[in-house]
């Protein structure tokens, strides 16, 4: 248990489809993140949220839509997708952005896959 | 960011100390070192992390040398629920959120 919850655990949706990623951390940070885990690549960074502001949009496609309601609650919204868009996408927290010495905190990921 | 070089696979028998190496020799002044894990279709795990002494909490302890070239992750008794690819990951101070994973070690432990 990390204080990270995220749901689904695993999700299969159509090229058609809307669905929704949710994240919850119980921590009292300040930060959130969404990450993009393929198979055979590197950790990817696509949002960062610092205080329910979004700070940064790594040149994530928009049929991926996040929300930060509030600091405790990160969605990511999907649409459209398509079939190389199946992958673990991962939701962060951490104290907040930028601050010296800083913990990043994972949750247990949502494996999408995309049919 | 720094990069980092580990062995790639790693084994260790339950109970024993498994010393897990890392070279960062390009390391600046003030990134630190981080150690996260991850068990197979999880999200990775933070363990420790540090900037130049060493440090020490529940799960492990992390010695940096005094160059901080290089560092040892220890797991001082180690379980088959040990049994991960463990990253070791130089961050600068404001770009903790950029974590480049590279391939990490492979730890399997042994009954």
């Known amino acids: 248990e990390t204080g990270v919850t995220q749901t689904p655990r695993h999700l299969v949706m159509g090229m058609t489809n809307k669905k929704s990623l949710k994240c919850e951390q119980h921590l009292g940070h300040n930060a959130m993140y969404w990450y993009k885990q393929s198979a055979k690549k590197p950790l990817e960074l696509m949002f960062v949220?610092?205080?329910?502001?979004?700070?940064e949009n790594n040149s994530v496609p928009s049929r991926f839509s996040p929300e930060c309601p509030n600091s405790s609650h990160l969605f990511l919204h999907l649409h459209t997708l398509q079939p190389e868009d199946s992958a673990l996408y991962l939701c962060?927290?951490?104290?907040?952005?930028?601050?010296?010495?800083?913990?990043?905190?994972f949750g247990e990921g949502s494996w999408l896959t995309v049919v | 960011d720094a990069k980092t070089t580990q062995p790639t696979s790693m084994d260790c028998a339950e109970g024993r100390a498994a010393n897990l190496p890392c070279n960062h020799s390009?390391?600046?002044?003030?990134?630190?070192v981080y150690w996260y894990r991850q068990i197979h279709s999880q999200g990775p795990q933070y363990i420790i992390h540090?900037?130049?002494n060493n440090e020490t909490n529940e799960m492990a302890s992390l010695i940096i040398t005094e160059d901080r070239k290089s560092s040892t992750l220890i797991l001082p008794h180690a379980t088959l629920r040990d049994t991960a690819v463990y990253y070791c990951i130089v961050s600068s101070p404001s770009r903790t959120d950029k974590l480049i994973f590279g391939t990490g070690t492979r730890l399997q432990v042994f009954p």
């Open positions: 390009t390391i600046s002044g003030n990134e630190y």
């Open positions: 962060a927290s951490s104290q907040m952005q930028g601050l010296s010495g800083n913990t990043i905190y």
């Open positions: 540090g900037l130049k």
């Open positions: 949220y610092n205080f329910k502001e979004q700070t």
